[in-house]
């Protein structure tokens, strides 16, 4: 388990199973986690199964969770790992709406900074935003990762264009 001051990360367990299955079928949020159809139970159920085996299948989730009363918040996810080569992708969601605008994203992202780096060996983390997200984008430059690239017309959102930023984050410098 991973600690800081106001929040832990801690692996998913099968019964955090139903809050994963009403933060992922939120129409509010499938805009950035670019979802188009609800999740069933059973693929929740296939998602965490997945993400115990880490180094076979390149996907983990952490549930952020409050360290006063160990309510679960949110996720954080790497994904697309690449051990060969040390990088992986970061996505991160406060699920709990209550919770957000608290600093607990961005503490979360310190650990998982800190995890990534000296117990996965990690050399790169990285993420990709769409442009209007503007809390996402504040967020990942808070925690020191650097914009290196845009996708012009990337995404297409209700007859809209948006751009989708490119960041990383070298964690062996």
Known sequence: ML????????????SDATRLM??????AH??????????SMSGIMQLIEQQQHFRST???RLMICLNTSEEAIGTLDLY???FKNGNAAVGILIGEMSE???????ESLYLLIEYARDLLAL???YCSIQADNKESLKLFESAGFQKVGVRKD?????GQRIDEISYQLCLKK
């Open 123 to 125: 050399h790169n983390l």
């Open 30 to 39: 499938w805009k950035v986690t670019d979802t188009e159809i609800p999740f």
């Open 22 to 27: 009403l933060w992922e079928n939120n129409p």
């Open 58 to 60: 390149g996907q983990a």
């Open 100 to 106: 957000r605008g608290k600093g607990y994203a961005l």
């Open 154 to 158: 990337w995404f297409l959102y209700k």
């Open 80 to 82: 697309d790992a690449d």
């Open 3 to 14: 600690r800081s001051e106001n929040i832990f990360l801690r692996s998913v367990e099968t």
